[in-house]
């Protein structure tokens, strides 16, 4: 496999394309277990029958681990919305679209959703009442057992030049509710593209979805929580004051 061509450098890892594929491999001292899951959890994905990148094999290369899946070539969501500002409003309603339709499936084999948090909740660098405020607040919260990506934004979404959508990255997939999967999408947008642009969406998804503005609310303090645990210092300043906002 050639990895002269690096599309993208991520914590732990670093993704290659060669050719028609692409090839994610981790850092040497990745778990194995969480590759193997991962790869799996993607192919579960496949047999529902979601628009998403094969896995085409697991490998090691000089020691390291891994994840061969087909590259697919066109542009995303963020380049599309760049590129096209009089189409910028299409663009998000067809990524909320997009992630209703995820959210629309179920498959039991995937890792429960509020079981991750929780463990994450675990290791926040918060204080004990918040932790179990948080613990309350997701206990409280009704048991779904929908599709939820786990990391659904703009720059995942790849349109091929026919206007097929297809979804990347499944490392983070999990089933649980759907309010905490846009959850994790208002405040990745907070974060990289202000308040306003997340308040915009909240609104846009909340329209389509049916669900309540607080229903996602409610579950920002336990993802910021549970997103503070791997990400870097300005990132975990960011989530920490969110995980203290507990009505």
Not at 1 to 22: E, H
Request: charged content about 25%.
């Amino acid at each position: 496999m050639n990895l002269d061509r690096v599309i993208a450098v991520r914590t732990n890892k670093t993704v290659y394309r060669d050719g028609d594929k692409c090839i994610k491999v981790f850092d040497s001292d990745y778990s194995k277990a969480d590759v193997l899951n991962e790869a799996l959890n993607q192919a579960r994905v496949e047999e529902i029958g979601l628009h998403v990148p094969r896995v085409l094999e697991v490998a090691t290369i000089d020691g390291k681990w891994a994840i061969v899946s087909e590259y697919i070539k066109g542009k995303t969501l963020t380049q599309l919305m760049q590129e096209n500002p009089d189409r910028v409003d299409e663009y998000k309603n067809l990524f909320v679209d997009l992630q209703l339709m995820v959210q629309s499936k179920t498959c039991a084999q995937l890792a429960r959703l509020d079981i991750k948090l929780g463990g994450k909740i675990m290791q926040a660098d918060v204080d004990l009442v918040t932790r179990y405020d948080l613990y309350a607040r997701m206990e409280a919260m009704a048991r779904h057992a929908n599709i939820c990506h786990g990391d659904f934004r703009p720059s995942n979404i790849v349109l091929t030049a026919d206007g097929t959508p297809f979804i990347l990255d499944w490392s983070h997939v999990t089933q649980g509710h759907p309010a905490a999967d846009a959850a994790h999408t208002y405040l990745y947008l907070s974060l990289k593209t202000g308040e306003e642009a997340a308040e915009e969406y909240l609104a846009r998804y909340c329209e389509k979805s049916g669900l309540g503005k607080q229903s996602v609310r409610r579950w920002i303090p336990v993802v910021a929580a549970a997103q503070s645990v791997k990400c870097n210092a300005q990132e975990r300043e960011f989530l920490l004051r969110w995980a203290s906002v507990v009505d």
